[in-house]
């Protein structure tokens, strides 16, 4: 039986995918003391982690200029260079596509890869979220097909990613401080030599029994989000039909110690995890003819929240005897969410496109993000917005730093974060 090498520590470990979870990841172990080789198959991708020019919290950007360069860090396109590692952890996105189905290419390509150039003694660890039994349909069962006796010549395991980019949420490493990492292997040596190198970088390591078990946890946890998300938006509306304001309500609410997490309202979901991660499940349980009505429900708010900011833009605009066609409407913020430049499925590309398509003359300021393009559409963001005046301004995500005065100065503001102090033309959705 395979035992762990008392220099296990020190070895090299392979990851696949250098984008938002694997490159944090990467400069996590090197911290710890590891050799990494990080793989990616985009060439642009290595030449911009190369230049620096990639979005990172302030930590690890202080990181990666400070392992650069350094020889225990590799970076390459070559899916081979995985065989010289002991460790290889797979960190390749898992989205949905326009029919909310899971797009499985770039983890089944990956770890078709990694099985190809797996070596005895290896350890491969798939963090990248998916359905429940991806590890035994992708690593599992082709290693055996390889002749591989799973759990004594390779070992195998799933441990979700558990990253909240942003600036708000800048913590050391890749997890936050008391956030264990959880992981279960294709048997208890797999479990015990994952977790082995979870512990490198996370705080804490919790086990399951099974990679099926862990699996299962990360959609749970996004799908928990996800319905109290959707919840957050739907009594913000009942609020605002009330005549109140949903965050002190919130504030309140989560005063009481047990029973209540606070979730907020908002302009919308983006991201890669929670418009995404539910729809695995949905997809799976399909396929099994079992519905969720309560997660199907939540989704179908979601997307359709984009679609409510925009009902309500026109009210205001019509309110104030005007309509959406030629009417110049600025967005403060296009990213997901605050401290990222991140636009994978923020709901601001949707309210953008909708708002163009209805004839207004779309603008958008973000100091993160210079350009934005929908289809063969290309905005310039407004440096200086305070200098122009606007039909109305929806504010959709506050960077760190950005100051809001000017907005005193507007005859319409949409607070699409509930989160403004009071302006005399402001609305809330």
């Known amino acids: 039986m395979y035992h762990l090498p008392a220099d296990h520590a020190a070895e090299a470990v392979a990851v696949v995918g250098l984008g938002y979870v694997g ?8 911290a710890a003391g590891n050799e990494v080789i990080g793989v990616d198959v985009s060439q642009s991708r290595l030449d911009a982690i190369r230049r620096l020019e990639v979005d990172l919290t302030p930590t690890d950007h202080q990181r990666l200029a400070a392992y650069v360069d350094d020889p225990r860090f590799t970076i390459t396109s070559d899916l081979a260079a995985t065989a010289r590692a002991r460790t290889v952890v797979i960190c390749v996105p898992t989205p949905i596509d326009r029919h909310l189905v899971p797009d499985l290419r770039a983890l089944s390509a990956a770890c078709a890869s990694v099985v190809e150039h797996a070596v005895p003694g290896q350890l491969l660890m798939l963090t990248s979220t998916t359905y429940v039994g991806a590890t035994r349909d992708l690593l599992v069962a082709p290693l055996t097909e390889r002749g591989f006796r799973v759990g004594s010549d390779v070992f195998v395991a799933f441990s979700p990613e558990r990253i909240d980019p942003g600036l708000v949420n800048d913590h050391p490493g890749v997890a936050h401080d008391g956030t264990p990492r959880v992981v279960g292997g294709t048997g208890e040596l797999s479990t015990d030599l994952a977790a082995a190198v979870l512990r490198r970088t996370a705080p804490a390591v919790h086990t399951v029994s099974s990679a099926e078990e862990a699996e299962m946890t990360k959609l749970w946890e996004n799908t928990f989000r996800a319905v109290n998300l959707a919840l957050a938006n739907e009594f913000a509306e009942d609020c605002r039909a009330l005549g109140l304001q949903p965050l002190p309500i919130i504030e309140a609410a989560a005063t009481k110690p047990y029973g209540f997490v606070a979730h907020y309202p908002g302009p919308g979901v983006g991201g890669h995890c929670i418009p995404c991660d539910p729809h695995y499940l949905l997809w799976q349980l399909r396929a099994l003819r079992v519905t969720s009505p309560l997660v199907e429900t939540a989704m179908s708010a979601i997307a359709a929240r984009p679609r409510q900011v925009v009902r309500r833009i026109r009210d205001i605009l019509a309110n104030r005897g005007t309509s959406t066609l030629g009417a110049r409407i600025l967005l403060v913020g296009v990213s997901y969410k605050p401290g990222v430049a991140d636009l994978r499925e923020s709901p ?23 350009v934005l393009k929908l289809g063969p559409a290309t905005f310039d963001a407004i440096a200086e917005p305070e200098a122009e005046q606007w039909d109305l301004v929806v504010v959709h995500t506050v960077q760190p730093g950005t100051e809001l005065e000017w907005l005193a100065d507007q005859p319409a503001v949409l607070d699409a974060t509930y989160r403004l102090g009071p302006l005399k033309a402001k609305a809330v959705l």
Do not use: K, N, R, W
Request: proline residues 10%.
């Open 348 to 370: 601001a590309l949707e309210i953008l496109a909708e708002l163009a398509a209805e004839g207004a003359q779309v603008h958008f300021t973000d100091p993160l993000i210079p």
């Open 23 to 30: 490159l944090p990841t990467s400069l996590a172990l090197l």
